[in-house]
């Protein structure tokens, strides 16, 4: 018999042995191939035959989901290859069949190449078959296009890697250990031990740093080892585009799967060649494992264990440490039992646990306390290549499109293309950071946190919040404000070529309560105003400013018209250029109130917030608990309203009741301004700065809807044809006749 | 021949097998002998290349044994619980160790099943023990390979069953050379088809000596001396192992050919003597005393 004869010969005898996991497989596939895409299009072609084009889409879109990379197949194929690697190596648990395999005249390597090869030959023989089956139904229901065929080489290759590299991860599970239950227990240490502690450092530097950026947290989902989260890391986002924080191309995420798929297959082989036989019904088979192994799941279970018990226990370190100490023996007794499989073991071992509990206790001290002194450090200077600022309070609109249609989060964006090359006038704003205690105080609303990017010249990316106080800093803001690089990347519409990107459909101005239409003809001018008017402004002027309105500008792109968004810019009351356009449009001046609304208005609410003393207010959470106390309303009722004080008998937030004339209510509006306008005010109005919130409530007598519906922040329409609107009012804005009537305490 | 030199094994702080050193020659049959836990399996599962030593090296006809095809492929092993796949029947069997052993006799085998009547398309796992020992043996005989090495193997069968395969194993000793190794805690059940024993204690070996070399070179004794300076002469003039006394009657184990003792007990004043034969039991109590070792203990508890 030749040796290549006797190798099929071989692999027969061996399928023989194992022909219900590749028939398991089989139906797997089959169900997940043909089977799904005759329910799938039989069920489209039913839905939607009343529009033949729309079912030849959904047909298409159908067929493209599942014969590509899916979430169900791919969850499938790691089961299987989970069950395929296990059953396969699972002989060397069993004494009599080592004596069997082992007391034969084949090699051991090929037995091991028989095995290996038969797992991989079964899963393509059972995936590919039904993938052409698949391809067949598709066909039969015409919808098999050159897109879908085209994604299938991409499809097999991502698939056979995922099978690849759990199959060699499950092997490599079955060698280090002696029972079947505990390779299983393996394969998931193999698979999620990585990313468990990531994620465990990544929540005690969010927990105890407070420079600590949750844009780090990231690298939990970057770990070196871990096939199964790098593929599915892919798979989720893919559909996120190019600005996905974790996006990795294909062609990456299969090289990096490749690669694991070589460094768990030789590991796998490696330790089979060094296996001891009689390692058959002990936990870890190779004994110098144990230890090592013990200690780095102590760690993990202990320092969980710490920190959920420091958050729950209203952070005490004390009982968070003890927690850890606790968790680390609990755990220990477990692994002492999965390894000897014998409940008086649990005892056994101390000096073993002596060393986890050091280990798990210097861990959560050395986090607590700050021992490296994270937060008092950032990259050095020198070895910046570029920074990206995200003011945590920015002006800028929220979102970008990217030239295939995809919707990008500007903080992605941001990120991703904001590279403010000048180190050295960023690390002037840097070095002038501030404590997190200066930021939490409530005694100091200028200083804000921002997040950093340090991209630095090896490559690698850091993140951090960093606190300024920006009264401190108006000048080097203003200067990074005023960086090309800066505007850029910050607001789409200030891009060179913005305008001739696309074909402009919608552009309107609009106060927050009242829109004006503009002329499609005058977008480009008022582009051109506006980023004039940007280029020249002030950063303390977007920043405290408040704006006046808000140009809001629809388009779609000339080369792809999938390119569709709605940008909207403030304007404020220094852009001279954006202004004097408006008023040639007749926009400018505005009125907040015109004589319909007016009409409508029965009465405006001022609140405020009275410092009773009881309440030292030190943060977001503290004011939260006395707004409830301290909350007061001002009431200003039009004269023929028909309110009187007796209406708002069970109002105990109500400090005083003002009939007024419909002349001061303008005024009061007039001077305030809608609460779309400026979010930053929000937050003042909570801290008990000198904004007032005002409520003006209105009966218009056309009910729109039930009632409760909110539109945006302004409006809330209460049903019956009443609505509110939400406004603002600065201390320094407030109309005469009110300091006359006294209506606020001194 | 198989060959171990300085052989060691260790589990944790056990040295299952300590330094063993042992000839196994071809044509002959070699028993090991040993209560549990002496060693005898974990001895086998080194030689048939199944665990690899510590220390020390095993050869097969001067071929290391350990992960070597060409070695391995010159005996079958039959441990003491053997495996059959999981819902095969004998014909399966017989395939799949078709594929594996080149010379497997596939036309014996089923004739060894009738002879058995062992059912060829039955399922294994419906056999008792003592069937699937049976099946085991066949599968190891009907291998044609040169050396069957079997664990405990002889356990369990029935007197009947124990006798035929022993004449079994004699045919293809006869036949075509083959040379068993059987391992057992029960020495009774080695007595009679061992040419050659091995005994292990505590993981080393005890002794090592051809049975019929042993068998002829002790005797037992019963007699009645005329006068006790006669059992005072023969107490200082033989190579005594052992002697009792019950009454006038003395029971005399000692060392040297049957016809010699004759001879000697001849030239004696006794009122009656007789040369008796030995178990394999009584010359191990003899030979292991002589050492140190209380065998009754070690074995035939």
């Not at chain 1, 088979?285 to 209203?314: A, Q």
């Not at chain 1, 008990?688 to 005002?694: D, L, T, W």
């Not at chain 2, 006038?248 to 003792?261: C, D, F, K, N, Q």
Request: glycine content about 8%; charged content about 20%.
């Amino acid at each position: 018999m030749t040796s290549r004869k006797l190798f099929l010969t071989d692999c027969r005898e061996n399928f023989k042995r194992r022909n219900w996991v590749f028939w398991l497989q089989f139906l797997a596939y089959f169900v997940s191939f043909p089977g799904a895409l005759i329910l799938g299009l039989n069920n489209v072609q039913r839905g939607y035959a009343y529009d033949p084009t729309q079912m030849m889409r959904r047909l298409d879109s159908f067929t493209k989901q599942v014969l590509n990379l899916n979430l169900w197949i791919s969850a499938l194929i790691v089961g299987l290859a989970v069950l395929v690697g296990i059953q396969g190596f699972s002989w060397l648990h069993d004494k009599k069949q080592v004596n069997f395999y082992h007391s034969q005249p084949v090699s051991r390597g090929r037995r091991f190449l028989v095995i290996w090869f038969n797992g991989i030959a079964g899963f393509l023989v059972a995936y590919l078959i039904n993938l052409v089956l698949g391809l067949g139904v598709a066909s039969s229901y015409g919808c098999l296009s050159a897109e879908v065929l085209a994604q299938i080489p991409q499809a097999i290759l991502g698939h056979l890697l995922l099978f690849l590299s759990i199959y060699h991860v499950a092997i490599v599970a079955v060698m280090l250990t002696g029972y079947t239950l505990v390779s299983l227990m393996g394969t998931v240490v193999l698979l999620a031990y990585e990313v468990g502690l990531r994620a465990i450092i990544n929540e005690y530097a969010q927990q105890f740093f407070y420079t600590y950026s949750s844009w780090e947290s990231e690298n939990i989902l970057n770990p070196f080892f871990s096939p199964l989260i790098l593929f599915f890391r892919y798979q989720v986002n893919r559909y996120n585009g190019p600005y996905s924080r974790l996006h990795y191309s294909y062609s990456e995420s299969m090289f990096t799967m490749a690669g694991l798929v070589l460094l768990y297959g030789i590991l796998g082989w490696l330790l089979y060649k060094h296996r001891a036989s009689e390692s058959h019904g002990k936990s870890i088979s190779f004994s110098k494992v144990k230890e090592p192994l013990r200690v780095l799941l102590l760690l993990v279970m202990g320092t969980l264990g710490g920190l959920f018990v420091y958050s729950v226990s209203g952070s005490s370190e004390v009982l968070g440490i003890a927690g850890a100490i606790f968790v680390t023996i609990i755990g220990h007794g477990v692994i002492q039992l999965i390894y000897e499989v014998d409940f008086k073991a649990i005892r056994k071992n101390l000096p073993g646990l002596g060393i986890s509990v050091l280990l798990v206790t210097a861990f959560f001290v050395f986090f607590r306390w700050d021992l490296m002194g994270y937060d008092d450090k950032i990259p050095d200077k020198d070895k910046v290549e570029s920074l990206a600022l995200v003011l945590e309070d920015r002006y800028w609109d929220g979102r970008r499109v990217l030239p295939d249609g995809t919707e990008v989060s500007i903080d992605n964006y941001l990120y991703t293309e904001l590279k403010l090359k000048d180190v050295d006038l960023v690390y002037q704003l840097l070095d002038n950071r501030i404590s997190y205690e200066g930021y939490g105080s409530g005694q100091n609303n200028n200083v804000s946190g921002m997040e950093v990017v340090f991209r630095l010249k090896n490559g690698k990316t850091r993140y951090r919040v960093l606190y300024i106080d920006k009264d401190d800093n108006l000048e080097v803001l203003n200067e990074i404000f005023h960086s090309e690089e800066y505007q850029k990347v910050t607001s789409q519409v200030m891009e060179d070529d913005f305008v001739d990107n696309f074909r402009i459909f919608q552009a309107e101005y609009d106060n927050g309560r009242m829109n004006y239409a503009l002329p499609a003809e005058q977008v480009r001018a008022l582009v051109e105003a506006y980023v004039k008017d940007v280029q020249n402004a002030d950063f303390s002027e977007l920043y405290y400013g408040i704006p006046i309105g808000r140009l809001t500008i629809g388009g779609e792109g000339i080369q792809n018209p999938k390119y569709v968004n709605e940008w909207r810019v403030a304007i404020y009351p220094g852009f001279d250029h954006t202004c004097a356009l408006l008023r040639q449009e007749g926009i400018l001046p505005q009125a907040v109130c015109d004589e319909d609304y007016l009409a409508s208005i029965r009465s405006v609410s001022l609140y405020y917030y009275e410092d009773t003393g009881s309440t030292q207010i030190t943060g977001p959470e503290a004011v939260e608990m006395a707004r409830e106390i301290v909350k007061k309303r001002i009431l200003l009722v039009k004269e023929d309203s028909g309110l009187t004080r007796e209406d708002y008998e069970e109002d105990t937030a109500l400090a005083g009741f003002y009939p007024v004339e419909e002349v001061r209510l303008k005024e009061v509006l007039d001077s305030s301004y809608l609460q779309e306008m400026d979010s930053v005010d929000q937050y003042r109005y909570e801290t008990g700065e000198e904004v007032y919130e005002v409520i003006v409530e209105q009966y218009t007598g056309q009910p729109s809807s039930t009632g409760g519906e909110a539109y945006a922040d302004t409006k809330t329409d209460y049903g019956e044809g009443y609505y509110s609107d939400h406004y603002f009012l600065q201390a320094d804005q407030v109309p005469e006749f009110l300091k006359q009537m006294g209506v606020f305490p001194e | 021949m198989i060959t171990l030199e300085n052989v060691s094994k260790r589990f944790e702080d056990v040295w299952a097998v300590d330094n063993v050193s042992l000839t196994m020659q071809e044509g002959s049959v070699f028993g090991l002998i040993g209560t549990n836990g002496a060693g005898k399996t974990t001895m086998l599962r080194m030689v048939t290349g199944i665990m690899r030593p510590d220390s020390g090296r095993i050869l097969i006809d001067e071929k290391p044994v350990f992960n070597q095809e060409q070695a391995i492929r010159e005996f079958y092993f039959i441990p003491d619980e053997p495996f059959f796949f999981r819902n095969a029947t004998p014909r399966d069997m017989e395939k799949y160790l078709a594929t594996v052993y080149e010379e497997f006799a596939s036309l014996p085998f089923y004739e060894y099943l009738e002879k058995f009547g062992l059912p060829r398309e039955k399922k294994i796992s419906t056999f008792s023990k003592g069937m699937q020992k049976q099946l085991a043996i066949i599968c190891g005989l009907c291998s044609n390979t040169k050396y069957l090495i079997c664990d405990e193997t002889f356990d369990g069968l029935d007197p009947v069953m124990r006798q035929g395969i022993k004449s079994i194993l004699a045919n293809h000793m006869d036949q075509r050379g083959l040379t068993p190794i059987i391992a057992s805690h029960n020495l009774r059940e080695l007595e009679d088809i061992c040419d050659h024993i091995g005994l292990l204690h505590k993981g080393g070996v005890l002794l090592s000596k051809d049975l019929l070399d042993m068998k002829c070179n002790i005797q037992k004794i019963q007699c009645v001396f005329a006068t006790e300076e006669e059992a005072d002469k023969a107490r200082q003039q033989m190579d005594i192992l052992q002697m009792d006394k019950r009454g006038m009657l003395y029971t005399i184990t000692a060392r040297g050919p049957r016809e010699e003792i004759m001879a000697y007990f001849a030239g004696l004043d006794t009122v009656f003597y007789e040369v008796l034969p030995l178990s394999l039991e009584e010359i191990f109590i003899s030979e292991t005393e002589v050492v140190g070792y209380d065998i009754k203990k070690i074995v035939f508890n």
